[in-house]
């Protein structure tokens, strides 16, 4: 069982799912949302359980998802497309060790140009 938390607890889950690496997102979208690059897993959505939902707020992002954040703290937890029947977790999120590590970096057409990817992991230019 993995559980994790936003930074100030109004958002807590846990999940059965065996995590997946971790995909670092670099679109226009999550750098907006988040700050910089969106590192996450993705989870079947019945393996995810919400502890504590209080300050769960969901902001339609596009036609084709939406985006889970703590009103609270402000932190961007969730990314969910519709239809897929998946949820993808912010690995910031999850308690600590994960003994994750990154599986591939996504949508490199949109990367900031103030950094490099230095790790080994798969890039894409785009992602479906």
């Not at 600590?96 to 990154?102: D, E, F, Q, S």
Request: charged share 20%; aromatic share 10%.
């Amino acid at each position: 069982m993995q559980t994790g938390s936003c930074e100030c607890g109004a958002v807590t889950f846990q999940t059965d799912a065996q995590l997946p690496d971790v995909t670092i997102c670099h679109c226009g979208q999550c750098q907006r949302t988040s700050g910089h690059a969106w590192a996450s897993v993705s989870v079947p959505s019945d393996s995810l359980t919400l502890t504590n939902e209080a300050g769960l707020k969901w902001f339609t992002s596009s036609d084709i998802a939406r985006r889970g954040f703590c009103d609270v703290c402000g932190a961007s937890v969730f990314f969910e497309r519709f239809g897929k029947g998946r949820t993808a977790i912010a690995a910031g999120m999850l308690k600590h060790p994960t003994g994750l590590k990154t599986g591939k970096h996504i949508f490199l057409a949109d990367k900031g140009d103030y950094y490099e990817i230095t790790c080994d992991a798969p890039q894409f230019e785009h992602y479906d």
